[in-house]
């Protein structure tokens, strides 16, 4: 199945590893059965995803990762839905400054850390959700799976 769209925003320039970084996002939605997807990932920085963590969340801080969904269910719980056939899904945004930071806590590369916040921000876009961090939360398990699944060296 041929992907529909799949843009990936750097603020700054391109990385080296950008290609292989596209890479892994398609293989992670062919991991996920989202290959007819459009979505864009944004890389920034802490100031601008704590600007729109501020506006659309109310809250004042940087974060890892935000998810935009488009068009969200009505109703919508946290139970896992299948993605919902072909159309605009969303958009993530990553800040790279709290993803080193969050590696060097949890002792991963920050290359790593990178997949696990893009696999954790399309599965919020599938519907997926977790009341904690434990890691026997079921979004949590499929997150690892995934990962399990398609690791690679990115830079």
């Known amino acids: 199945m041929a992907f ?3 843009d990936v925003i750097f603020d700054t320039e391109s990385p080296p590893w950008a290609p ?10 062919v991991a996920l059965g989202a290959e007819d997807w459009e979505v864009s990932v944004t890389l920034t920085s802490d100031s601008a995803i704590q600007e729109l963590n501020r506006r659309w969340r109310g809250k004042d801080e940087p974060t890892d990762v935000l998810s935009f969904e488009s068009e969200p269910e009505p109703g919508e719980d946290s139970r896992p839905r299948a993605p919902r056939g072909k159309g605009c899904y969303g958009d993530l945004v990553i800040s790279m400054d709290t993803l080193v ?15 696990r916040v893009s696999v954790h ?12 961090n434990d890691p026997g939360e079921p979004m949590l398990i499929r997150q690892e799976l995934v ?9």
């Open 4 to 6: 529909r769209e799949l």
């Open 121 to 132: 921000g399309f599965l919020h876009l599938m519907g997926w959700d977790h009341g904690t």
């Open 20 to 29: 292989q970084y596209e890479a892994f996002l398609r293989r992670a939605l």
């Open 101 to 115: 930071v969050n590696g060097a806590y949890f002792e991963v590369e920050p290359q790593e850390e990178l997949q």
């Open 147 to 155: 990962l399990t699944a398609i690791k690679e060296t990115l830079f």
